[in-house]
């Protein structure tokens, strides 16, 4: 079994597809850690606020078939992939980590860099892997959350009971 780290991401129904997305990963994989949810400004272009969270799973499931099935789920919640790569997302989840991999596999680039780009994604992480190691940065998902430039991007926590 693989331990997964997954980014989720809504900026369109917010709390419904949020909720329905954490559903429908605890039907297909049982046990779900959620990590609080975080508010966010939308990044690379003008839209409204994100809510972000980061979840752990376990799998089985080889990376690609891990992967055509989050592509599933965010096509069930209306994931248009027609628009600009940055734009509304009913349902955005994004493999951060599958366990110890690292560098491009069946065209999926692991660790993804958003970990060390983005507070609404290493947060999230670090709520919940704070000791952690990054595959590639070898310092851990706290360590690297306590060095980031919290200035860099708006975020806040919003209550928000899964």
């Given at each position: ?14 709390e419904?597809?949020?909720?329905s ?11 779900v ?17 994100f ?14 078939e ?5 592509k ?37 680039d692991?660790?993804?860099?958003e ?15 704070a ?16 060095a ?15």
């Open positions: 079994m693989a331990i997964v780290y997954l980014s989720l991401g809504s900026n369109v129904e917010r419904k597809h949020i909720r997305g954490i559903r429908a990963l605890r039907e297909q994989f049982g046990a850690l959620c990590s609080p949810v975080y508010e966010s400004e939308s990044v690379g272009f003008a839209g409204s606020h809510y972000n969270l980061v979840v752990r799973i376990e799998t089985s499931l080889p990376l690609t891990l992967n055509n099935a989050l599933k789920i965010e096509d069930d919640h209306g994931r248009n992939r027609t628009g600009p790569k940055f734009s509304p997302r009913t349902l955005d989840i994004d493999i951060l980590t599958y366990g110890d991999l690292s560098g491009c596999i069946e065209g999926i692991l660790p993804r860099e970990i060390s780009k983005n507070a609404f994604v290493l947060l999230p992480l670090a709520d919940i892997a000791t952690e190691m990054h595959p590639l940065l070898h310092k851990s998902y706290g360590e690297l959350w306590a980031y430039d919290k200035h860099k991007q708006k975020l806040w926590r919003v209550e928000f009971p899964l």
